[in-house]
Every structure is written in C-alpha cells, then in structure tokens.
C-alpha cells in the first residue's frame, strides 16, 4: 500500500519542516560550522609566534642575525633582547626573569668547535610554534652568517633567503585549473561537517520519533489500518526527506554565496568557497546513503527502548561508529589516496563520510567509488532487513526493556 | 451473515495461553459485549480481530470471509490505549487517520467537521492535541475511528476514564450506530453499562470462554429465584424448607429460593400468615452475579 507510506512520510516532513527547531538548526548549523573553520583557518594562517625570548650568545652577529630572523621572520613576530657576550652572573639573571615571567623563556647558544649548540629554556614545555620559530630562525640565521663570512654578496643573500611560494594547480577532466588546496580543503571540511552534523540530527530524530510514537501510544491505533513496515517506510522517507531539504537550503545557499562578490570579503579575501557539480552530487548521495545506514540503526533502537532518557544510553550506538570518522579524518587528508584511507573509506560506517571528503579532495578511481557504494548499498539493505523486523515487534513492546536473547527471538518471528 | 465470527481461536505468547477455543459470531446491527476480569484475554482476542496479531489456530473471520488486510477498511479500532500526535491540530489529525482509512481529503475534512459537531466539541478543532483536556482527546480518538464509517466498531474498554457525562455521550452515540445496522463489539468489565446496552455477551476468564450468547439467552439459563419483597408484620414464612437464604432489612426482604417454582408457595404462606405485602418481586440474577458467580467459581481471578 504505497499511499499509506506516502501519507506516513508526508505527515512526518510537514510536522517536522513546521518546527521551530528545523528552521533553527537550518540557519544555526552552518553558520557555526562555517564560522567556526573559517575562524580557525584564518587564524593558523596569521598567527605568528609572539613570545618575549632573550637571546644569549658569544657570537654577537649569529645573536643579532636571529634576533632579526625572530622579530621579523615569516611566522615569528617575537620580542628579543640579545645579550652577547655573556658575564658569569648572565645565566642566573636570565632564569631568574623567567622564572617570575618578565620573559617567556631565553635561548643559550654555545659554540662547540664551530656547531652552534643551541638550549631553548622556559616556563611551559608545550609551547609549539615558539620553538618551532626559533628552530628555522636559527637554521636561516647560521646560513646566512656563514654565507656572509664567506664573503657573498648582502644582496645576493637576500635573494637567496627569500622565502618561495608555492603555486598548485589540479587536473580535472583533462583541464589544468589554478587551485587554491587551502579553498579545496575549506569547502571539503565544511561539507564533512554538514554532512556529520545532518546525519546525526536526522538519524536521532527518526528514533525521537518513533519513541514518541510508542509513548503517546499511536501505534496501537496505526497499526489496525497500516502495516509496521508501512510505518517505518513512511517515516524513513519523511525525515529523511526534511533532511535532504535542509541540505538543498545549504547548497543553495552556499552556492549564492560562492557566486555573489561579497563571499570573497567575508573570506577575508583569500578564501574563496566553490562547488563543482560532482562534488555536490557525491554529497547529496553519501548524505542519503548515510542518513539510511544510521537512521535504520537508530530505528531499531528506537523500537527497542521506551524512553528519550533510554535512548540517551543508546546513542553511544551511532555516535560512536561516527565519531571514528573524526579520528581518521586527519590522515586521510593528508593522503587521501594512501592503502590506509582507501581501506577506511570502505567501511560501511566511515563510506559516507570519509568517500564523500576523498572525492572532494583528490579524484580517487571510479572503481574505489563504485566499490564504496555496492558495500555500503549491501549493508544498507542488512540494518534495514533486521530494523524491520525488531520494529516490528519492539514497537508493541512497553515497559521492560528487551534482553538480547529476546531480540533474537524477535528477529525468527516472520 | 455474520460480521464477526471467531472459531476455535487460540493464542499463546511464549508459554503463556492468552486466548483458548474461542468461539463467538457477531451479527449487523448489535451490541456484543466482550466481558472478563482484568487479564482475560479481552484484548488479545481483540487485537487479532484487527489484525495485530494472528491466531496460533483457529479462524478469524470478517464480513464472512477469512482475515484479509482489506476488510480492515470497513472496521473501527478504538484501543484501550489511546494515542494521538500530541503536536498535530486536532482537524490535521483527524484528516490524517481518515485518508489513512482511504478517505480522500475533502470528505475526511467535511465529515471531521460534522463528528465535531455531534460530540460537542467543535472549540477544539482548530486546537493543538496537546492544549485539550483528556475527555476532548477521547472524542477526538473517538471520532478518528469513525470517519471511514465502519460497518464493524470494536472498542478496548471505551469508557475507562470517562466521566459520567462523556460516558453517557458515548453510549448514546453508540446505540444510534448500532441502530443504523453497524455491529458493535466493546470489551469492559464493568457490568452495569453492559447489562443496559448489550444484545449479546461473551464472559471470558482466564483466555477461555465461560458464557456466551444473546442476553436473553444467558440470563435464562440462570434460574430466577431471587425475590425481593416489602412487608409489615410477621416474617416467619422466611423459615419455609424452600427458602436458602434470607436477608432481614426494616421492612423488607432479600430472599434467595432453593427452587424457581417455589415462589408462589412462599407467597402464599406469607399471605396466609397474615403479612402486609406491598412488593412482591421474583427477580432474574443481575449480569454482575453471573459474573461474579462464574468468574470466582473459576477460583482466583487475576488482578
């Protein structure tokens, strides 16, 4: 009885787009995401190294050369007092001043047959960027004394040391395009998110639903006129198709916004959002596929427990398959193409996601995407052949919560 | 034709025996009370006439044929456990479980506006489920399984919850379906209400049937041999060899006879005996009596 499912699923998309809630997460989510990446991206982008160091050093030009290198340097903007050469009160002075944090922390360089030893001394022991700085200022600032005490030229050090940027251009479909990764990267994450974030909404909303359904007691009623897989049909496709109209808004917006003048300003002029076609139709399929694989997880459970409190416990189901995605995300950014991401991105639960996030970032072979989509069809069918089955009698089921022995059994009823 | 008819049905759950041998047959145009103590198998029985559950054994059948979804279209099922959308506008709600029945939307709409009306409660139509009292909600579930005009209604214990007022809205309004020729099955345990309404009765105890057929029927099968009287002056013809029992108010009697035809001699002793009688009533047992008399004989009911 497909009008049935029909009517079930039109009922859930028109209660669900009615909300307060649909239109607050619409609007919410991916201005925090969107904000959020870019914020974080900027600020990786501009943010230098600002410690307040001293430098100590018998060698008075290597001390001013990194003094130089530090306060001026690509990614440092420190503050720097040299002292050169020290006395023998030098060493207590620079420790006490750190220790009551009038400095960060200071450097003593020590020559040793012509190496320099360098030992960077301070208050925190994590601090990252400060030592890297310090750590390629110091290697640019001893090349750049040697080459100066061979005798060449200060202009042509100069030239020599200027730092060298890197251009990168993609092929796609036989063109060679300027790419800008950092906008590749941008626009792939912020779909990943949207993605994760739309999954996870929607799936809970589907087990929200129906202990709704189970405690407002509607099923009995439901159930004289419609089948329970009518039901679960139905209400699969209402929210799942309140979840493709959200992401519709999304796209369509995110499209208006990489066409319209203002984006690259809000970009904070270098970055600039765009979508190609392919990227778009391989986010819209994960996102149904994905949405199918964990809202059928979430069905079950749903069937299964009698309370939105019981379902808190649960959500650890579906939180944590998804979670996983987040910890491979880094390297399978840094080699989209490596035997480790492609192995993950065949995993039923990650497919989504991380295959999504590959074909956004690299082209990956048509074979790798035919692959991820027949396993994850196959497993799709799987949860949603079981869901039926325990929806089926979970449903009618109040009060206790069933043991997996039980479940089991459920599974035999046919 | 009968509407309703069950033979030899029989349902267990894991080990337990909900139903067993059931039989009974339901005919157009009456009141059939499906009566038992909490636990008896009312609604399980029930919920394989609606296609819920199916019968281990035995046969369903509807409208003269064996269980098929389809007929499920001319059947009204209001469960002991009542449900709505608590966020859908009481009239979306209504249009909705009409067109699920297979009403297009102009007429659920029309015939939701016209139910309203009957049952009073027109201010709610364009409320949301949850802004209305609990006794508006049961008109509404009430109303929702009647859009389709079902030529069968089964109801799950209908008046649990109602106060009197809505009580006596409901019986009345089922007593004029039941006289546009639909069938009526209701389960209840509370025997006053089926002893005023009901044509026929099936008493279930323990899954099993106990008592079944037309009121008539199963009331005759039960002697009349209680009397009540009101009397003045001597009351010692109570001491009669055919009187078992006797309860001595001021001024009046419960008497219960060891036989039906002994009432005229008890009478006659009375009246020879100089008593005043002003009442003089032989009375066939109450369907509560019955009820008590065969669900307690079958030793403890379940609770």
Redesign the interface.
Request: charged share 30%.
């Given at each position: 009885m497909p009008s049935?499912t029909l009517?079930?699923a039109k009922?859930e998309y028109l209660?669900r787009v009615r909300t307060k809630s649909f239109l607050v997460t619409t609007m919410l989510i991916p201005l925090l995401m969107g904000g959020g990446i870019l914020f974080s991206v900027v600020k990786s982008r501009h943010s230098k190294a600002a410690s307040h160091i001293a430098v100590v050093a018998a060698d008075t030009d290597l001390a001013l050369a990194l003094q130089d290198e530090l306060e001026h340097g690509k990614d440092s903007a420190m503050q720097v007092d040299v002292i050169s050469p020290p006395t023998g009160n030098t060493r207590q002075a620079v420790v006490d001043e750190t220790a009551e944090k009038q400095i960060d922390g200071f450097l003593w360089i020590d020559m040793d047959k012509g190496k320099p030893k360098a030992t960077y001394t301070s208050i925190s022991s994590a601090d990252i960027s400060t030592t890297q700085a310090i750590e390629s200022s110091l290697r640019r600032a001893i090349v750049r004394e040697g080459m100066k005490r061979k005798g060449v030229d200060a202009g042509e050090i100069k030239l020599m040391m200027a730092p060298v940027e890197l251009e990168t251009e993609t092929i796609k479909n036989g063109e060679i395009s300027k790419s800008d990764t950092m906008t590749a990267f941008f626009g792939a994450y912020v779909l990943f998110f949207l993605m994760y974030m739309a999954v996870m909404l929607h799936g809970m909303n589907v087990a929200r639903s129906i202990i709704?359904?189970k405690t407002?007691?509607?099923?009995?009623?439901?159930?004289?006129?419609?089948?329970p897989q009518e039901m679960m049909t139905g209400k699969l496709l209402g929210v799942g198709a309140v979840g493709l109209t959200q992401i519709g808004i999304w796209v369509l917006a995110a499209l208006g916004l990489s066409a319209a003048p203002m984006a690259s300003a809000a970009g904070a002029g270098a970055i600039h959002i765009s979508f190609s076609a392919g990227q778009i139709i391989a986010f819209i399929g994960y996102f149904v596929m994905g949405f199918l694989l964990y809202s059928g997880m979430a069905a079950a459970i749903g069937a299964m427990v009698n309370s939105e409190q019981e379902l808190q416990q649960f959500n650890m189901v579906i939180a944590l398959p998804m979670a996983a995605c987040m910890f491979v995300l880094v390297p399978v950014i840094s080699d989209p193409n490596s035997p480790f991401s492609r192995i993950i991105s065949l995993v039923p639960t990650c497919t989504p996601l991380i295959m999504y996030l590959r074909i956004a970032i690299s082209n990956p072979p048509w074979y790798d995407i035919a692959a991820s989509v027949v396993i994850l069809l196959a497993t799709i069918y799987g949860v949603l052949w079981l869901t039926a089955r325990i929806y089926r009698v979970g449903i009618?089921m109040y009060g206790k919560r069933p043991t997996l022995p039980e479940i089991l059994k459920w599974l035999k009823y046919s | 034709m009968s509407i309703v008819q069950l033979e030899h049905v029989r349902k267990v759950y894991d080990k337990k025996v909900a139903v067993e041998d059931l039989s009974f047959s339901i005919e157009p145009g009456t009141m059939f009370g499906l009566l038992g103590p909490n636990g008896s198998g009312k609604t399980s029985s029930i919920r394989m006439m609606?296609?819920?559950t199916m019968p281990d054994s035995g046969v369903v059948r509807l409208f003269g044929e064996p269980f098929k979804?389809d007929a499920?279209?001319r059947?009204a099922?209001?469960?002991?456990?009542?449900?709505?959308?608590?966020?859908?506008k009481v009239i979306d709600q209504l249009v909705?479980?009409g067109?699920?029945?297979g009403l297009d939307e102009a007429t659920a709409l029309k015939r939701s506006h016209e139910w309203c009306e009957r049952l009073q409660i027109t201010e709610a139509i364009p409320k949301k489920t949850e802004e209305l009292s609990k006794g508006m909600q049961q008109k509404i579930?009430f109303i929702?399984?009647l859009l389709h005009e079902p030529e069968l209604i089964i109801m799950d214990e209908p008046f649990s919850g109602l106060d009197p007022v809505n009580a006596t809205l409901l019986i009345d309004t089922m007593l004029e379906l039941r006289n546009e020729g639909r069938a009526i099955l209701f389960s209840t345990h509370r025997m006053d209400q089926v002893e005023k309404m009901c044509d026929a009765i099936c008493l279930i105890s323990r899954g099993r049937p106990v008592l079944s057929g037309t009121m008539r029927e199963v009331k005759s099968r039960y002697p009349r041999n209680r009397v009540q009287m009101t009397f003045e002056g001597d009351a010692g013809f109570l001491r009669d060899p055919a009187v078992e029992e006797a309860r001595l108010y001021n001024g009046s009697a419960e008497i219960r006879l060891k036989d039906e035809a002994a009432a005229q001699q008890v009478l006659a002793q009375a009246v020879n005996g100089g008593t005043r009688i002003t009442r003089f009533e032989v009375m066939e047992p109450t369907l509560e009596e019955i009820f008590i008399q065969e669900v307690g004989a079958g030793g403890n009911v379940d609770a």
């Open positions: 049935n009517l079930i009922r209660e709704e359904e407002s007691r509607v099923f009995e009623v439901m159930l004289a006129t419609v089948r009618l | 609606v296609g819920i979804r499920l279209k059947v099922y209001l469960p002991e456990e009542r449900g709505l959308y608590k966020k859908m909705f479980l067109q699920l029945r579930q929702s399984t």
